[in-house]
């Protein structure tokens, strides 16, 4: 699973909610490295994306701060249970209307994103 998080030709693949494609222009996975993408979502609309890679430590856990709008840190954690990987995903956000807002969408799209993720690691099984 780690990979599929690390490896952008695996990540290009599957990151983002159903329908979308990414075009991504930088991936440097270190710490205080940038990731920019741009999601096309199936509307045509274009999201420019840019993250900075707070912490990567192989294979447990990716810190990244999402600096376009809107703003927010995840923390993706990956843990071995019964044979099998745990990942736990966290966004902090700046404040408590900042989060309900980007709940709205969020929360359906990230279980879009992670039914994406579990076909794609389907495919690299």
């Not at 690390?6 to 710490?31: C, I, Q, R, S």
Request: proline share 5%; hydrophobic share 40%.
């Amino acid at each position: 699973m780690f990979k599929a998080w690390t490896d952008p030709d695996h990540l290009v693949h599957w990151w983002g909610p159903k329908g979308f494609t990414n075009t991504f222009h930088e991936f440097a996975l270190k710490p205080g490295g940038v990731w920019r993408f741009v999601m096309q979502g199936p509307d045509g609309g274009d999201n420019e994306n840019q993250s900075v890679f707070v912490e990567v430590l192989k294979p447990e856990r990716i810190v990244f701060e999402h600096v376009s709008a809107p703003r927010f840190l995840v923390t993706v954690t990956f843990t071995e249970h019964a044979g099998k990987t745990r990942l736990t995903w966290r966004m902090l956000f700046d404040s408590v209307a900042e989060c309900d807002q980007v709940r709205r969408f969020a929360v359906d799209a990230n279980e879009q994103n992670f039914d994406r993720l579990q076909a794609q690691l389907a495919k690299m099984a």
